[in-house]
């Protein structure tokens, strides 16, 4: 059974930072091989994407997080990272890490990041 678990999440100030991380174990095939992404659900609303890194390390963000969020990915250590600078309240939001390979796709269970003075 895969397994995705993120960690690095709480709460911060306004303009603050944070690194949240996400490892992967129990994978059929070596992490290199996946596409890794994170998404967010803020309350009340749907979860949507916010940035991926394809195994050639190609990296695609969402406009609202562009400039701000840098991800990144250790393929040794089997994590994938999302540096968050700037932060601001709309930010506010469970993060969920996501990989895939073809057809097949697993879900973290999701880290919550508050923003908030």
């Known amino acids: 059974q895969v397994q995705l678990e993120e960690s690095g999440g709480g709460l911060v100030q306004p303009g603050g930072s944070l690194r949240i991380s996400c490892s992967a174990s129990?994978?059929?095939?070596?992490?290199?091989?996946?596409?890794m992404a994170w998404y967010r659900q803020a309350p009340g609303k749907q979860r949507e994407f916010v940035a991926t890194?394809?195994?050639?390390?190609?990296?695609t963000y969402s406009d609202l997080v562009k400039g701000r969020f840098s991800v990144s990915r250790d393929n040794l250590e089997n994590t994938l990272y999302l540096q968050m600078n700037n932060l601001q309240s709309e930010d506010t939001a469970v993060y969920y890490c996501?990989?895939?390979?073809?057809?097949?796709?697993?879900w973290g269970q999701g880290i919550q990041v508050a923003v908030s003075s």
């Open positions: 996501h990989i895939h390979r073809g057809e097949t796709e697993y």
């Open positions: 129990r994978l059929a095939y070596d992490l290199y091989t996946y596409t």
């Open positions: 890194i394809t195994p050639r390390h190609s990296t």
